[in-house]
């Protein structure tokens, strides 16, 4: 495995814990700056928004420069924000930590997804992107439960000053292990600036990507966000089993990466297809079975199988429909948030309107079958003649 791979599956690794550790410590956040628990809620939404502006934002700006500088560049304002957090004197200060640290994060991906797969054979760039988001998903297993020990035994500021010193590892390891001159696709735009990037853009199969990304995202968070009002109302566990069960699901986002990137190496769309469509059924059969406690472990399991098996493969695709514009990789990275923020408000709606805590289940289910219509177009459209804009 190059290096460069694993220093970007590091940085993945820290970028990942920033954003899921914040859940076990928000009680002892509120508590430290006496505000209320909404209010600290804030340290995740503004997290979230600051990752699909500066996706966009920070992608165009630096798309003329070269991609490992980027990189570099781009873990300054992570390990910053992350210091920043750790000693903010103020809640105030503390958001704005989270929002500098979040600006990377959808950059970081985006570019960090053509440096991944430029490193290795063709036939296997799914699967390299794959290793970079391994770093993600590992940080999915342990953020909250890593947030919520240290806190618990050292105080929240402690895990900030962890994962300020993973993201000083990570920056050193880019700096050390990722060739100069890495990230070009061929036949890319990669060179230009802003309004080369975003001609990219012209392609109808880029939006179709985008769009499938976010109702697939849309579908699989959705029904996450509500998971463990679904496991304690309706599956009879206690709150104590929460924190297992996460990991439960953690660990099939982990296999679910691997898998879904070598199969995507041998058949992207065929594998894009069938994980959305297994994605489907999953989030439906859930609805159904979420009482009985033995049905709920193995379909949380399965939830985060399919819902990250369609990753790596999104990832490949999109750049290259877009011709390997660093600006549409992060696009996808702002589709997925923005997915995720229409799943959650939908699944919100669903459960305010008294349908019980197994609706998100089911209004996920709707959104990731509407991201298998429009991937299975998409797929169509990729295997006829191409027309203009295709």
Request: proline letters at 4%; glycine letters at 16%; aromatic letters at 8%.
């Amino acid at each position: 495995m190059p290096g460069g791979l694993v220093a970007l599956a590091l940085g993945g690794f820290g970028i990942g814990l920033t954003e899921f550790l914040i859940a076990g410590l928000l009680p002892q956040v509120a508590a430290s700056f006496s505000v209320s628990e909404a209010t600290a809620g804030r340290l995740v939404s503004g997290y979230a928004l600051s990752v699909a502006v500066g996706a966009i934002v920070l992608t165009a700006a630096t798309a003329r420069l070269p991609r490992k500088r980027v990189l570099v560049g781009l873990m300054l304002p992570f390990v910053v924000g992350n210091l920043l957090s750790a000693v903010a004197p103020t809640y105030g200060v503390l958001l704005l930590g989270r929002i500098v640290a979040a600006l990377c994060h959808g950059s970081f991906f985006g570019v960090g997804s053509l440096v991944a797969r430029s490193l290795v054979a063709p036939e296997r760039m799914s699967r390299a992107v794959a290793v970079m988001f391994a770093g993600l998903t590992v940080a999915n297993v342990l953020g909250v439960p890593f947030g919520a020990v240290v806190g618990e035994r050292w105080g929240w500021r402690a895990a900030f000053w962890a994962v300020t010193g993973i993201g000083m590892l990570a920056l050193a390891g880019l700096a050390a292990l990722v060739p100069a001159g890495t990230g070009a696709v061929p036949g890319a735009v990669t060179g230009g600036g802003p309004r080369e990037q975003l001609r990219a853009f012209r392609s109808a199969q880029v939006w179709l990507t985008l769009t499938a990304t976010a109702l697939g995202y849309g579908g699989m968070f959705g029904a996450f966000s509500y998971i463990a009002y679904t496991f304690t109302e309706v599956g009879g566990f206690s709150s104590a089993d929460v924190a297992w069960l996460l990991m439960v699901y953690g660990v099939g986002l982990v296999v679910g990466n691997v898998v879904g990137g070598r199969a995507a190496d041998r058949d992207r769309d065929r594998t894009l297809v069938l994980a959305l469509l297994s994605l489907t059924v999953t989030l439906a059969v859930f609805g159904l079975l979420a009482g009985s406690a033995i049905a709920s472990v193995l379909l949380v399991f399965l939830m985060g199988l399919t819902g990250f098996a369609a990753v790596p493969g999104m990832i490949t695709r999109v750049t290259d429909a877009a011709g390997g514009a660093a600006l549409a990789a992060s696009a996808n990275v702002s589709a997925s948030n923005v997915g995720n923020a229409l799943g959650a408000w939908l699944g919100g709606l669903a459960v305010t309107a008294g349908l019980g805590y197994t609706a998100p289940l089911y209004t996920g289910a709707a959104l990731t079958l509407a991201a298998l219509v429009v991937m299975a177009v998409a797929a169509r459209r990729a295997v006829a003649p191409a027309g203009p804009g295709g």
